[in-house]
């Protein structure tokens, strides 16, 4: 990951701004557990159409039409949107949706969740594993650990960010620029 950011700040900031619009009465833990099960179903779609998003291209449209909101949202639209990086960054902001919701610490992933059991367990699973395995090791992580919310969220999440790590996705972009994608739609 190339920018450390603090997750448990960003999880409160995402449920206060409400990111992807989703509804935290209405959002119950089975409707979290859809959403979640639904982007990463989406990442593996999107990596097996090889849908990936062009951050280069996306960065250039930007600088040719001078930034503004319009134009941001249309390079958005054309070279990120429904991308596997997109899908897996819609997983971690409902996650991070989720720790906020409930008001969990996530302070204890930080730059060194590489050194995690979790992540160790991860990477030595993904040696041998295909993009689309290891989200679905993530998502077996969440649905099958017997372990808190907390610890499930988290847990996921460092898997999630090895995951990124492992298939050089800069995820910590990714969450930032759909994050300011749905602020200004």
Known sequence: MNNVVDLHTLSHQIHRENILN????FFVQFRYKMFLINSIHKAIKANKK???SSKSNFKEFEN?????KKSFILSFDLFIKNSMEDHLACAIICLLHWAGNKHLNL???NPLFLNSSIA???QSYMQKSSFSQELDYALNIFLCKSESLQEKIRNTIICLLVISYKNN???SWH???RIKYEQLT
Do not use: A, P, Y
Request: hydrophobic share 40%; aromatic share 8%; proline share 0%.
């Open 22 to 25: 989703l509804k935290s009465h």
């Open 120 to 122: 160790l367990e991860t």
């Open 175 to 177: 969450i930032r620029t």
């Open 50 to 52: 090889q849908k990936f």
């Open 169 to 171: 996705i800069d995820i």
């Open 64 to 68: 040719e039409h001078h930034f503004n």
């Open 107 to 109: 302070i204890n992933i």
